[in-house]
């Protein structure tokens, strides 16, 4: 890996750590709550491209596996990957990876749309759906039932995937993104 590109890594966790600093959303009929920081997983995916997306976003969760308190609410160690919400952080490498390769693979797609479009399928659908297994899977619930309860994370999702589509178009527009 190059310097530019450990660069560019270590700029996404940094962004991605930040990104936990906005206050968690509890909901009360779940044990996951709403985080700001899915937004950085659809960053690291559009910004940095699939490999790259998929490294910055695996060192940050092995900086939260030692016990650095990066993930929203202060929260880090070994013990979040055993709990309710240890699907949806291990999906998120993935996610990235998956964002990343659509970005790149959709070059048909107007720019804008490219990088909603990879959001939403890489970042909201795959995310939520490893997501809900994990957590059904976990509380011995039946997957349906689980799944139903996360489309309360789906208006804040959506708002993320706009965010972050806006964000990267004029990041790609500007030719500030090292895979445009």
């Known amino acids: 890996m190059k310097l530019k590109e450990m660069t560019y890594c270590a700029l996404m966790i940094a962004i991605i ?10 909901i009360p009929f779940l ?17 940095l491209g699939r490999k790259l997306g998929f490294w910055s976003v695996t060192l940050f969760l092995l900086l939260v596996a030692v016990g650095l308190p990066l993930l929203a609410g202060f929260r880090g160690g070994v013990g979040v990957f055993f709990g309710p919400t240890a699907g949806y952080l291990i999906s998120w490498p993935f996610c990235a990876y998956v964002i990343g390769w659509l970005v ?18 890489g970042g909201m659908l795959l995310m939520n759906l490893v997501g809900a297994g994990y957590l059904a899977w976990q509380s011995n619930l039946p997957f349906t039932q689980v799944l139903v309860s996360s489309l309360v994370f789906l208006p804040g999702d959506a708002l993320k995937t706009l965010i972050v589509a806006v964000v990267a178009d004029q990041l790609a527009r500007h030719r500030l993104l090292p895979h445009f």
Not at 21 to 26: A, C, G, K, S, V
Not at 105 to 120: D, G, S, T
């Open 104 to 121: 790149k693979h959709l070059y048909r797609i107007p720019l804008f749309w490219r990088f909603a479009v990879a959001n939403l399928i």
């Open 17 to 26: 750590a930040c990104l936990g600093l906005i206050p968690l959303i509890t």
């Open 31 to 47: 044990p996951v709550p709403i985080s700001f920081q899915t937004a950085g997983i659809m960053l690291a995916g559009s910004c």
